[in-house]
């Protein structure tokens, strides 16, 4: 698990490296949650320096800290940061295969405050319809988590923005079905 203090010294590394970035994975939600532990990774989905046309800058960048690199899924830059005593995965991602994020989504990430550290990350409900949109198992089962806890109270999700950030999508009523089937109120 990456706490939240690693989460920041983690961006705050790569921001003061000129990575520029917003997160779009799952600290997203556990941090709308309150927990100081923010999941397993940092996905962020990457603009400068580009993931796909200059990973010589990764390789440059994780050499002269001594940061790991690996690959995501993908084929995109991955790297293992120290923040601390905690290792923490940074996974860049594109717009590259099936995975899509609309440019929408990107411009109005809002700008958040994680243990003193400024970043920009996608809104909740804009996270949640990325998930529906990939369907992975994994992904539709965290749906399903995310709606129990939404259902339960614990988390603030607006309908209208779900249906909304779906629209920007070609398959829209897929993922809508995907939202309703793991339990949303849409």
Not at 3 to 27: C, N, P, Y
Not at 51 to 70: D, I, K, M, N, S
Not at 85 to 109: G, K, Q, S, T, W
Request: aromatic fraction near 8%.
């Amino acid at each position: 698990m990456v706490s939240k203090k690693a989460f920041a010294e983690a961006v705050r590394s790569l921001l003061d490296e000129g990575f520029r970035f917003t997160v779009i994975g799952g600290s997203v939600v556990e941090l709308a949650l309150g927990r100081k532990d923010l999941g397993d990774d940092i996905d962020v989905f990457g603009e400068k320096p580009s993931p796909v046309v200059e990973e010589e800058e990764y390789a440059r960048v994780a050499e002269e800290h001594g940061w790991t690199l690996g690959q995501t899924w993908l084929g995109t830059p991955r790297l293992l940061l120290r923040a601390g005593n905690e290792e923490v995965p940074v996974e860049f991602y594109d717009n590259i295969y099936d995975f899509y994020v609309p440019e929408e989504i990107l411009a109005r990430a809002g700008k958040t405050r994680v243990s003193g550290v400024t970043v920009r990350m996608v809104s909740l409900e804009d996270h949640i319809v990325l998930k529906a949109n990939a369907g992975r198992g994994s992904d539709i089962e965290r749906l399903k988590e995310i709606a129990r806890l939404a259902n339960k109270g614990k988390l603030r999700v607006d309908p209208e923005k779900l249906r909304e950030a779906a629209s920007l999508f070609d398959d829209e009523q897929v993922i809508l079905r995907r939202l309703r089937d793991a339990g949303f109120k849409l």
